[in-house]
């Protein structure tokens, strides 16, 4: 294995636990690392370790093997397979290398192997490359959850209607598709509500498309409020949005249905300019699986023309598919 030799002048960084019965062994560790900038701090038997380890987490671990009160490949079989130690490196320090020791270190998991006397060169050398594995590992390992919350942000980009923030139609229908088969095992009735904004285009004519999007995310927000947690909420298009309430029969969609035209109908619409939009009506369509329909297309499709009656006979009203 070949070392990187360290500048003796070079100053380093990151905190090392110096583990040593023997004073004077403690004493030299402590000086040839502080010489080059380690910070140190010292234990003298292995339950002075862990005390020092649960209020400081250390770069690096230099350990006696020969504790007075544990061995130190107890204490570093330990440390790797604790979640919050696995990964600091752990050099043993010993009197005695032989082939015993060696496998011994291997087996519990210590990454180098140190002997006394040791050199000052060789030392500073190990613990330098070992902590520099070490901040490695740490920079990948916060390049991979980086990445995913890349992933997680981009997916839920993916089932997110931009203007709304509501669940957008792909997640609609992947979400209906699943109360559906979920009404099926329970035998438990699901519905859906399809709703429209009357005369929206008037709206978008008269004050433009930023206040209709104005309008279309204060309605989204409303409707979210007027709807149980368990209720999922998504832009269908347009000015239409949908409604899935698991778990609801026809007559609790109906009620639902009212209870938002009531709420929209009541509504004051302030603008960003502060003006007052006058009132503003909603029409809804709702279906419900099994009763009027076996698949999730023709419940979808049953809804949107109960929607669309609600809006040919006068509007401002629910109808029922």
């Keep these: 294995m070949v070392h990187e030799n360290p500048d003796p002048e070079h100053h380093e960084t990151g905190t090392i636990l110096v583990v040593e019965d023997e004073s004077g062994s403690r004493l030299l560790l402590q000086t040839t690392l502080a010489s080059v900038g380690y910070h140190v701090h010292m234990a003298k038997n292995g339950a002075n370790a862990l005390q020092i380890l649960n209020a400081h987490v250390p770069d690096l671990i230099l350990m006696e093997v020969a504790l007075p009160d544990v061995r130190g490949y107890e204490i570093c079989k330990k440390l790797k397979s604790t979640a919050a130690f696995e990964f600091i490196p752990v050099i043993l320090v010993t009197a005695l290398i032989g082939e015993a020791e060696r496998a011994e270190a291997m087996i519990c998991g210590a990454d180098d192997f140190i002997a006394k006397p040791f050199q000052r060169l060789e030392l500073l050398t190990r613990v330098k490359s070992l902590i520099r594995i070490k901040r490695l590992h740490e920079h990948l390992e916060q390049k991979v959850q980086e990445l995913e919350q890349a992933r997680t942000a981009l997916q839920q980009l993916a089932v997110t209607d931009g203007l709304t923030g509501l669940h957008n139609y792909r997640f609609f229908r992947w979400q209906l598709e699943r109360e559906i088969l979920r009404s099926k095992r ?136």
Aim: charged content about 30%; overall charge neutral.
């Design 186 to 321: 329970y035998n438990h009735p699901v519905s859906l509500a399809m709703l429209d904004i009357d005369h929206f285009k008037k709206i978008n004519d008269r004050w433009g498309h930023l206040i209709g999007d104005q309008i279309l995310r204060q309605l989204s927000d409303l409707v979210v409020q007027k709807v149980r947690g368990t209720d999922l909420v998504a832009r269908y298009g347009g000015e239409e949005f949908a409604v899935i309430l698991p778990d609801t029969d026809k007559t609790g969609a109906y009620r639902v249905g009212e209870k938002l035209r009531r709420t929209v109908e009541q509504q004051t619409w302030t603008l960003s300019n502060q003006e007052l939009l006058p009132r503003m009506t909603i029409s809804l369509g709702v279906g419900t699986y099994p009763l009027d329909a076996r698949d999730m297309d023709t419940l979808i499709e049953k809804t949107d023309q109960a929607l669309y009656r609600a809006k040919r006979g006068g509007r401002n009203q629910v109808v029922e598919a």
